[in-house]
């Protein structure tokens, strides 16, 4: 039960943190976005990365938050600590492999 309400308020956490990149608000640093040498170099390529990422990782926290609300409700408080890892792993890698997916076949 733990697992699955931290699964569900980062998979919210995530979803959050996704906006401003979508919605390009977030200028080139060091600290926030999706940070590659390439992203960096210029704005021309930081703000469409940036929001193809926001994209992927708003997607991605949306299941993370459908299964985090799903193992409140509904798995075993056993089973739910593989899920919540699981989910969790998936949330943050695949936005990320998409997302240099993406710049490599656009830059």
Known sequence: MIGSISLTGIALLCGILSIPLIRRKVKRNQLYGF????????DEIWYPANQYAGKALLWWSGAA???G???IWFFQPTATLDIVMTSLALTVLIPCLLS???LKKHY
């Open 69 to 71: 609300l799903c193992g």
């Open 100 to 102: 240099f997916i993406w």
């Open 65 to 67: 938050l459908i299964t």
């Open 35 to 42: 940070r590659t040498r390439k992203t960096l170099s210029s």
